[in-house]
């Protein structure tokens, strides 16, 4: 099994920024695409960014340029900067990867979430 555990979540003002962890454990063979969704209140799922297992990413067009995202291979960890953060960035965050497990099993796996709010 594999587990994912986000962290790095937290209140800040308009304008501030937030960084988010994502750190993938357990029987993990290898780690695919990693990434990045959000989830507000009575709204979808979206994806905020995503990044290949050799570094190429994807945005969301409400968050080019101000967030980034980048991952550790050596530590099976996906971080998400963001700045410039906005009210309408309020939501949950939970991080996904593609993931093959020591038992040759690949499936997407899902954290639990981190809730960032941005005060306006």
């Known amino acids: 099994q594999v587990q994912l555990v986000e962290s790095g979540g937290g209140l800040v003002q308009a304008g501030g920024s937030l960084k988010l962890s994502c750190a993938a454990s357990?029987?993990?063979?290898?780690?695919?695409?990693m990434g990045w969704y959000r989830q507000a209140p009575g709204k979808q799922r979206e994806l905020v960014a995503s990044?290949?297992?050799?570094?190429?990413?994807n945005y969301a067009d409400s968050v080019k340029g101000r967030f980034t995202i980048s991952r550790d291979n050596a530590k099976n960890t996906v971080l998400l900067q963001m700045n410039s953060l906005k009210p309408e960035d309020s939501a949950v965050y939970l991080c996904?990867?593609?993931?093959?497990?020591?038992?040759?099993?690949?499936?997407?796996?899902w954290g639990r979430g981190t809730q960032v709010t941005v005060s306006s």
């Open positions: 990044i290949t297992s050799v570094g190429r990413t």
């Open positions: 996904n990867a593609g993931a093959l497990s020591t038992g040759w099993a690949r499936s997407l796996y």
């Open positions: 357990g029987s993990i063979r290898s780690i695919d695409a």
